[in-house]
């Protein structure tokens, strides 16, 4: 299995060795809707593959990986490292650095840190957008707080500092998942799913959709996110592939620390004779949404519409 290179929330690697095994294995174009992380979609076997999300910096710093030779992608991040001095404890431990694992890193690397994400957004306010700018996106979400993306209302990367950097363990995924995106026929689109084209979609082809969970909190849902009101768009764009004989699977939750997802209930009961939802194991052990109540568990399901 390959991994993303991207701690990205909500990311499915650990529920794949559920999820794939409903999968067909006769699929021509296989459709990541809401690519995120890239974790499913770099796992599969198909002709042609598009990625999909409407995260416009996420598809871009894809796009540099895929179309950057792998050598000048890993001489970039080193140099960016060495450019604004932040730490690199494969390379000199963490005593050169004065500071304890247990601790991290966040002490040494914060100005050092702030400077190369105040020079990244200067960057783009110039309108700088080439592949060098996505590689320095790449080092700020290895050294930013758990590893994560996010942009404010006004584009700008806006995470404080974290604790870890560039160690062998993201270099190995890293060189891994861009080996396996240049193997792969793969497309990167960014489009609202409602706009997403599916004119050429047949019954050879599968769509698989991971939407931001209406009744979960994470960084997907800021800014006047995932509502109701996508919710039920998505369904009926679920129902419009199924009326066109496209497979497709969805992952969600039907419930989830005393909350409900009434609209996506409704209608699993309003077409239970064409669509089975799987229950899956909710074991998202270390990510960000999840807290230390292990009573409040959330119904996770995989629904086939084959």
Request: proline share 3%.
């Given at each position: 299995?390959?991994?993303?290179?991207?701690?990205?929330?909500?990311g499915?690697?650990?529920?794949?060795?559920q999820?794939?095994?409903?999968?067909?294995?006769?699929i021509?174009?296989?459709?990541?809707l809401?690519?995120?992380?890239?974790?499913?979609?770099?796992?599969?076997?198909?002709?042609?593959i598009?990625?999909?999300?409407?995260?416009?910096?996420?598809?871009?710093?894809?796009?540099?990986?895929?179309?950057?030779?792998?050598?000048?992608?890993?001489?970039?991040?080193?140099?960016?490292?060495?450019?604004?001095q932040?730490?690199?404890?494969?390379?000199?431990?963490?005593?050169?650095?004065?500071?304890?694992?247990?601790?991290?890193?966040?002490s040494?690397?914060?100005?050092?840190?702030?400077?190369?994400?105040?020079e990244f957004?200067?960057?783009?306010?110039?309108?700088?957008?080439d592949?060098y700018?996505?590689?320095?996106?790449?080092?700020?979400?290895v050294?930013?707080f758990?590893?994560?993306?996010?942009?404010?209302?006004?584009?700008?990367?806006?995470?404080?500092?974290?604790k870890?950097d560039?160690?062998?363990?993201?270099?190995?995924?890293?060189?891994?998942f861009?080996?396996?995106?240049?193997?792969?026929?793969?497309?990167?689109?960014?489009?609202?799913?409602?706009?997403?084209d599916?004119?050429?979609?047949?019954?050879?082809?599968?769509?698989y959709?991971?939407?931001?969970?209406?009744?979960?909190?994470?960084?997907?849902?800021?800014q006047?996110?995932?509502?109701?009101?996508?919710?039920r768009?998505?369904?009926?764009?679920?129902?419009?592939?199924?009326?066109?004989?496209?497979?497709?699977?969805?992952?969600?939750?039907?419930?989830?620390?005393?909350k409900?997802?009434?609209?996506?209930?409704?209608?699993l009961?309003?077409?239970?004779?064409?669509?089975?939802?799987?229950?899956?194991?909710?074991?998202?052990?270390?990510?960000?949404?999840?807290?230390?109540?292990?009573?409040?568990?959330s119904?996770?399901?995989?629904?086939?519409?084959?």
């Amino acid at each position: 299995m390959i991994q993303s290179p991207l701690n990205y929330t909500g990311g499915k690697f650990k529920l794949l060795p559920q999820i794939l095994p409903y999968f067909p294995e006769d699929i021509d174009i296989f459709v990541d809707l809401f690519c995120g992380g890239c974790n499913v979609g770099v796992n599969i076997d198909a002709n042609t593959i598009i990625y999909n999300d409407l995260n416009q910096n996420l598809l871009y710093l894809y796009n540099a990986l895929k179309n950057l030779d792998k050598e000048s992608t890993f001489e970039w991040i080193y140099q960016i490292i060495d450019k604004y001095q932040l730490s690199l404890v494969s390379k000199n431990g963490y005593d050169y650095y004065k500071c304890e694992s247990s601790k991290g890193l966040g002490s040494y690397n914060k100005e050092k840190f702030l400077q190369l994400r105040a020079e990244f957004n200067q960057r783009k306010a110039n309108g700088n957008f080439d592949y060098y700018y996505y590689i320095m996106l790449y080092v700020l979400i290895v050294y930013s707080f758990n590893n994560q993306i996010r942009f404010n209302s006004c584009g700008e990367f806006n995470l404080p500092v974290g604790k870890r950097d560039f160690n062998r363990k993201m270099a190995d995924k890293l060189s891994a998942f861009i080996d396996r995106i240049k193997e792969q026929n793969c497309m990167f689109t960014c489009k609202d799913f409602r706009e997403f084209d599916i004119s050429e979609l047949d019954s050879n082809d599968f769509v698989y959709v991971d939407p931001p969970y209406l009744i979960t909190c994470a960084t997907y849902n800021e800014q006047g996110g995932w509502n109701e009101e996508s919710e039920r768009d998505l369904l009926a764009f679920l129902d419009t592939l199924s009326e066109k004989n496209i497979r497709f699977a969805l992952s969600n939750v039907l419930r989830s620390k005393g909350k409900e997802n009434h609209i996506l209930i409704e209608w699993l009961n309003k077409n239970s004779d064409k669509y089975r939802p799987i229950s899956l194991n909710y074991s998202y052990s270390n990510s960000n949404y999840q807290t230390k109540d292990r009573i409040s568990t959330s119904e996770e399901v995989l629904i086939l519409n084959y």
